[in-house]
């Protein structure tokens, strides 16, 4: 059970929109559209964003989306505000009761 | 809403157990699934296992032969057990409600603690 694999940082100007990518396998990503990603602070506990590949949370703003296409899953996020600094992880259930995290993208507001 | 709390040694000898407890209040453990998920310091988030409330548990398989997760129903609580620890088990160790077989919300970290840091030491 290998970790998902994603872009180690991202970066764009206010108003701009960033995709992260979330790339897996076929035993993870491209069989399951049990796709999540979370949002975490420094020092903070993540929280989730995005469910089930494109599902948002009442509390979120639009401004994120998910989507997901083979074994790779995508984050959007438009109108980037300096707010959305941070780090993100997708996860992914693998199968056989067991979930996978991605390596973690940090995003950076120039 | 439901709410976590971590608890537990912050410092750990090598070749020892590492012992914590989540703490849920605002909602009953039961009829839930509860896991662990622990993150490296500078290091990505990686999962280490599940427990349904009554007590049916699964691991993640690089960590399988040292992890043992329990339920307390009485107490509101789960715990984590790792064995044999080493300064690779250092890590922010957080406990996260996931959500599972909802049909509206599906295998999904929804409900986070917020972690408690244990140092494994020489």
């Known amino acids: 059970q290998s970790a998902l694999t994603q872009p180690a940082s991202v970066s764009g100007s206010p108003g701009q929109s960033i995709t992260i990518s979330c790339t897996g396998t076929s035993s993870d990503v491209g069989s399951y559209n049990l796709v999540s990603w979370y949002q975490q602070y420094p020092g903070k506990a993540p929280r989730v964003i995005i469910y089930?590949?494109?599902k948002r949370p009442a509390e979120i703003s639009y401004r994120f989306s998910g989507s997901k296409s083979g074994n790779t899953a995508s984050l959007t996020i438009s109108g980037l505000q300096a707010e959305d600094e941070g780090d993100f992880y997708c996860?992914?259930?693998?199968?056989?009761?067991?979930?996978?995290f991605g390596t973690g993208t940090k995003v950076t507001v120039l | 809403q439901v709410q976590l709390q971590e608890s537990g040694p912050g410092l750990v000898k090598a070749s020892e157990t590492l012992s914590l407890t989540c703490t849920v209040s605002?909602?009953?453990?039961?009829?839930?699934?509860w896991s662990w998920v622990r993150q490296p310091p500078g290091k990505g988030l990686e999962w280490i296992g599940y427990?349904?409330?009554?007590?049916?548990?699964n691991y993640n398989p690089s960590l399988k032969s040292r992890v043992t997760i329990s339920v307390d129903t009485s107490k509101n609580q789960f715990s984590l057990r790792l064995t044999s620890v080493t300064a690779a088990d250092t890590a922010v160790y957080f406990c996260?409600?996931?959500?599972?077989?909802?049909?509206?919300?599906?295998?999904?970290?929804?409900?986070w603690g917020q972690g408690t840091r244990v140092t494994v030491s020489s």
């Open positions: 996860c992914s259930y693998a199968g056989a009761y067991t979930y996978v």
């Open positions: 605002g909602d009953s453990i039961s009829g839930y699934y």
């Open positions: 996260a409600k996931l959500s599972m077989g909802n049909p509206t919300r599906e295998g999904v970290f929804d409900v």
């Open positions: 427990i349904y409330y009554s007590g049916g548990a």
């Open positions: 089930e590949v494109s």
